[in-house]
């Protein structure tokens, strides 16, 4: 099992840029979540989607954030246009369970580093 | 919205220490989780607990689920130093309104440094 993949590990682009990063969630896994950490606010949770449906993206900070999920094996999250507070590591975690008998235990991915300038 | 207290910040201890954390809440939580999270990696899933008062090992490490659902700890023995990392806690319960399962909170994270 691979694991959660992220692409690209690492990014550094110019205030305005429109960045995208790139998630493949582990194969069966129905539940894929984004998010971000900074070292002021944590782990912030994104946006999560349960069967390639987004279900809450409350916290997507404003609307320069889109999140997408075409298919059960990818996920993109989109910012245009980027700007230097968005910088931080963002995670895509996956999870098997969905629902209130379950335990929502996610594996993560290693990352991507975000460095706007 | 909820939170997570997580204590301490950070903890620095000599190799062979044992090591205590906790994670507190003013709302129940029907999970906790306790990850692991080394330089340049996401967060690893160390244990899982799903019912009040469950107690729960793996190998040096042991957690407990609180009575009242509203915290938890975590125990390492005879620390060594690959031990060094972020400890997160991490709570999940459904929303209010029982329509949504999805959300996992976090603490703030106690930062583990380990002196050989």
């Known amino acids: 099992d691979a694991g959660v993949i992220q692409s690209p590990r690492h990014e550094v682009t110019e205030m305005g840029q429109e960045v995208t990063l790139r998630c493949k969630p582990i194969?069966?896994?129905?539940?894929l979540f984004w998010y971000r950490q900074t070292m002021m606010r944590g782990l912030e949770l994104l946006i999560y989607?349960?069967?390639?449906?987004?279900?809450?993206d409350s916290g997507m900070p404003e609307d320069r954030f889109s999140a997408k999920m075409p298919n059960a094996s990818f996920s993109t999250l989109k910012i245009q246009p980027s700007e230097p507070r968005d910088s931080a590591v963002y995670f895509c975690a996956s999870s098997p369970f969905w629902g209130p008998s379950g335990a929502n235990v996610l594996t993560f991915g290693a990352g991507s580093r975000l460095t706007v300038l | 919205g909820q939170q997570l207290n997580q204590s301490p910040q950070s903890m620095f201890i000599q190799e062979g220490e044992d090591v205590s954390m906790n994670c507190t809440s003013s709302?129940?939580?029907?999970?906790w989780l306790w990850y692991k999270q080394d330089p340049g990696e996401g967060p690893v899933l160390l244990i899982a607990l799903y019912k009040a008062g469950e107690l729960t090992s793996n190998g040096r490490l042991t957690a407990q689920f609180g009575i009242t659902r509203k915290d938890s700890f975590l125990n390492i023995s005879a620390s060594i130093p690959s031990d060094v990392g972020i400890y997160f806690c991490a709570g999940f319960r459904p929303n209010a309104g029982g329509t949504s399962y999805g959300k996992l909170t976090f603490g703030q994270g106690t930062i583990l440094t380990v002196h050989p």
């Open positions: 709302s129940i939580f029907n999970t």
């Open positions: 989607f349960n069967n390639n449906v987004p279900i809450d």
């Open positions: 194969s069966g896994h129905n539940s």
